[in-house]
Each structure stands twice: as C-alpha cells, then as structure tokens.
C-alpha cells in the first residue's frame, strides 16, 4: 500500500469517471487510497475504482477538503481540486521525494493551464496560479493550496484546511518541479467575480490581527492595481501568457477590484457571509 492519500475536493458538478481516469494517467496506483469530498446533490450513483467519496451538505471548499483529509488513513495526504488534477509523473516525483527526504514540512508543485481552455476561462487561472507556472521566480513565497503534499502531523484539529493558517504557523514546503498538476477550471465572467468577492470576504472577516478602518480602506483603493500588477508580471514571463494576459486585463482588474471589495466589507463586519458559497 502506498504511504500518500490523495484529499480531493470540489464544489458542483464533477465527472467521477473522468477524475479517476486522469488519476490513473497521473501515475496512482489502481488500489491507491482516493477520497473525494462533494455536494450530496454531485454524488455519482456508484464509485469507480478505489475512489472514496464523502458528503456533506451545505459545506465550503476548505470544509469539504478537511472532511477528505480525516477520511484518509496514510501518514502522507496530498491535498488537491477536482479541477487542477495532476500530470502524469507526478505521482512518481512525489512518491520519490517522501521515500528519499521525507522533508517534515511537505512539498508542493506547480499549476499549469490545461491545453485547450479558451481564453476567458484563464480568467480565474491568471489571478490565481499563473505566479506556480514554472518557472517560478526564486523569491516566490506563496504556494498553491491546491498542490500541496504533508504529513498527517501537520494538519491540527479543525473541521476544514486552510493553507494561509499552515504558512502562518511557519509552514515552508519543499517545491518538486515535476510534480505539476493542470488547472481545467471554467469560469463565467460573473460566477467567477462573485467568486472572488465572497472568498475575500471570508478571508478578511476572519483574519487576525484585524485591520482598522484607517488601513481598510486605503488598502482596498490600492491593492487592486498592485496585485494586477502582479499578475501581469508573472504571465510576461510565459510566452504562451502574454497575450492571454494583456486581453484579459480589464477582467482582471475588475476581478481583483471585486476581491477587494470583499475585504473591506469582511473588516467592516466582521461576519464571512455563506460559507457554503465558498468553492
């Protein structure tokens, strides 16, 4: 039996066929142990292969990822998204790392676009992973919550996952260049800015130490134009993403604008709104 789980989550429809396919094109083994957290109405009828699944109502994204990891019983879990699956040899590379190192803080590994999404579904893409596209810059300190290998030890007691509290504890993830999973997410323009605001909201609404309303609200003025800033520097970098980048630009600054609309409403109130929508 293999010493890595894979923790699965997603939110809405979701192709139990196909995950399992990918997985199998990606190196897992055929009795590999698979755990996939979903929305009772998304439940396939019945379980290809080995996969597991499990149910929740009315949970978030980071709740239906902590449901999965509890589910698994190897001293290793890698937490992934029904819609960024890794590329084959990335069960390999990682499988390797964990028998030859074994580093006690984990690994992570980069998130590429999947040929053939058109371009206004690199939306969501672009502002979020293009910065884990290799190859990455050295002085990169964030890492992809979607492509994350730990030990079980690292996860503490909360009913979900959450990557930026992990990292705030002092979390520092070894990167493996092969192990890359590819991002296949398609977003409506609309779905996709209601995304962000709600994910921002949440964020903010619980993040300590809180921010005054002098910092607040500066801040959300700024930070639209400096995190589009940054997304357009990480995809000057990829031929293949330049263009892509500079089309979409309006679409990412109002996205990144919506985030932050999101932030300033979470410190003012201090409540994250519906959970359940996170995704």
Not at 17 to 43: K, S, W, Y
Not at 135 to 141: K, N, W
Not at 244 to 258: D, Q
Not at 268 to 278: Q, Y
Request: proline residues 7%.
């Amino acid at each position: 039996m293999t010493r890595l789980a894979l923790a699965i989550a997603t939110k809405g429809e979701w192709d139990a066929h196909r995950l399992v396919e990918e997985l199998r094109i990606a190196g897992v083994p055929d009795d590999g142990e698979v755990h996939i957290a979903c929305d009772p109405q998304f439940a396939p009828a019945a379980s290809p292969g080995s996969l597991s699944v499990h149910c929740a109502p009315a949970a978030s994204l980071f709740e239906l990822w902590g449901i999965a990891i509890k589910e698994s019983t190897a001293p290793w879990v890698a937490v992934l998204h029904a819609d960024a699956l890794p590329a084959p040899g990335w069960f390999a590379a990682i499988e390797a790392k964990i028998e030859f190192e074994g580093a006690s803080d984990g690994y992570w590994g980069p998130v590429e676009q999947r040929a053939g999404i058109p371009v206004a579904g690199l939306l969501g893409y672009l502002t979020e992973y293009c910065q884990f596209h290799r190859p990455l810059e050295s002085r990169l300190r964030e890492v992809p919550g979607s492509n994350l290998i730990l030990p079980r030890e690292r996860f503490d007691a909360s009913t979900s996952f959450s990557k930026t509290s992990l990292l705030q504890q002092g979390l520092v993830p070894r990167y493996v260049e092969d192990a890359v999973v590819r991002y296949a997410r398609l977003n409506t323009f609309g779905d996709y800015c209601r995304r962000r605001f709600r994910h921002a909201r949440a964020y903010a609404a619980s993040r300590t130490p809180r921010l005054s309303l002098i910092q607040s609200l500066p801040l959300s003025a700024v930070l639209p134009f400096v995190r589009t800033g940054r997304v357009l520097r990480h995809a000057w970098r990829l031929k293949d993403l330049r263009g892509v980048s500079v089309r979409l630009l309006p679409a990412i600054f109002f996205a990144e604008t919506c985030w932050s609309a999101g932030e300033l409403i979470g410190y003012l109130t201090r409540r994250p709104g519906d959970l359940s929508a996170l995704d």
